[in-house]
């Protein structure tokens, strides 16, 4: 595990996307978000599943599914 401190940013198209789900939704996702970075059980690099043949990892939200990369 990383002892170097974690946040999470969205991209803009990200951001809109995100607005235009109801409030609860909205919600339960940037929580999720808030959690992966900062649990002091959970690394955020080794968080999510690998997706084929791309940089970025597959984090699941319930019934949605966000793409996330770390730096």
Do not use: C, H
């Amino acid at each position: 595990m990383s002892d170097e401190e974690w946040t999470w940013e969205l991209y803009s198209t990200a951001a809109d996307d995100l607005e235009t789900l109801a409030a609860e939704d909205q919600d339960r996702i940037l929580d999720k978000l808030d959690e992966t970075v900062s649990s002091p059980w959970r690394d955020p690099p080794a968080y999510g599943e690998p997706l084929q043949n791309s940089p970025y990892k597959k984090i699941r939200i319930g019934e949605f599914r966000l793409s996330v990369t770390f730096y």
